[in-house]
């Protein structure tokens, strides 16, 4: 039986965090190791320039961010991994798509209308075309399959919206798109355990993959939690949010006993935090040890990204000259 397509993409900040990757990044691996998709992941370059960045850093950033994909055990073997911007198809694709959208159904997502109050000094065209550009990045290669988050449930519906006005106006030819989500996206700052850990919220509350280990136990350690096991069913956020990362690295036996002990009122949060550092430094210790490898051979990582760039090209090259045959472009 025939592969079915998966492709995700992820916006290159410079430094990947754990929220990044146990919300999203692992499951790419897990998914390439499963071996039952194709995979495609996309660094997506162009995306991030809707809103204010960087110019002078940008291009490291996005190596950086390439090193961390590899490190974490993302194989150009097994998976496509290239930069969105190298292969101009999804430019094109992005174009003819914009001319059957309406213009209401992008000022409706939320996303766009989030990002447009925070950046209220450059709204340009590109935040509000962001969805369609990434409704171009999952057709150019005909997926079936989207590894995301749930905030990005709106954006695959509008997805399943455009391929059908696609599909009705210029004849059968995508098909419906499904999402994967994953399980525990929402890790949590560890100061503001009510918000999404993100690198914007301060270096306290955000445990970055490229930390040392030292870094990573004085963030766990100095995390926000409240004033012991409460009698409620219910976990506070910050308590909860450390539950949440212990159970998707530790041994479920570890993970397990901590949940007894914080039920029974006898958890001391200082043994759960020490324990938790140490779950997370073992995990990352194989993740830093790769990435030192290949800062040290940044040669490799292009050439990586250059042989991506050329598989992800001829798949898209392909599926173009059907599109443009099917909308009427020689
Ligand atoms: N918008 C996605 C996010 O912020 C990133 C993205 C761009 C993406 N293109 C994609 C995800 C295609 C999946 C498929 O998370």
């Not at 692992?26 to 992941?41: P, T």
């Not at 905030?151 to 997805?159: F, S, W």
């Not at 020490?274 to 830093?288: C, F, G, S």
Request: charged residues 25%; hydrophobic residues 35%; neutral net charge.
């Amino acid at each position: 039986m025939d592969k079915k397509t998966l492709f995700s993409g992820i916006q290159p900040t410079g430094e990947f965090h754990l929220g990044n990757y146990l919300g999203a990044l692992k499951n790419w691996v897990d998914l390439q190791n499963s071996g039952e998709y194709n995979c495609i992941y996309s660094i997506v370059d162009l995306h991030a320039m809707t809103i204010d960045y960087d110019v002078k850093s940008y291009q490291e950033k996005v190596i950086s961010n390439a090193i961390d994909l590899l490190s974490i055990g993302v194989d150009p073997q097994k998976s496509i991994l290239f930069l969105q911007s190298q292969v101009p198809e999804h430019s094109v694709l992005c174009w003819i798509l914009n001319t059957i959208v309406p213009v209401s159904e992008l000022e409706r997502m939320t996303q766009y209308k989030d990002k447009a109050r925070k950046n209220d000094k450059n709204i340009n065209m590109g935040l509000l075309d962001y969805p369609v550009l990434m409704v171009a990045d999952i057709l150019l290669y005909k997926s079936e399959f989207v590894p995301v988050g749930e905030d990005q449930t709106q954006h695959l519906e509008l997805t399943n919206i455009i391929l059908r006005k696609f599909n009705n106006k210029f004849g059968e030819y995508f098909q419906k798109v499904n999402p994967i989500y994953t399980k525990g996206t929402r890790i949590r700052s560890l100061q503001d355990p009510n918000r999404k850990m993100s690198k914007s919220m301060g270096e306290k509350s955000c445990l970055l993959l490229n930390d040392s280990p030292d870094a990573i136990t004085k963030k766990i350690m100095s995390s926000v939690t409240d004033t012991g096991p409460q009698k409620s069913i219910h976990m506070s956020p910050g308590v909860d949010n450390l539950f949440t990362i212990l159970e998707l690295l530790a041994d479920p036996e570890i993970a397990k006993k901590f949940n007894v002990d914080y039920h029974n009122r006898v958890l001391k949060y200082s043994e759960l935090k020490t324990a938790l550092a140490d779950v997370v430094n073992k995990h990352l210790e194989p993740i830093r040890e790769k990435r030192r490898e290949l800062e040290n051979d940044k040669g490799s990582v292009l050439k990586i990204l250059e042989e991506g760039r050329e598989k992800a090209k001829s798949i898209a090259e392909q599926n173009m000259k059907e599109i443009k045959n099917l909308v009427g472009l020689i």
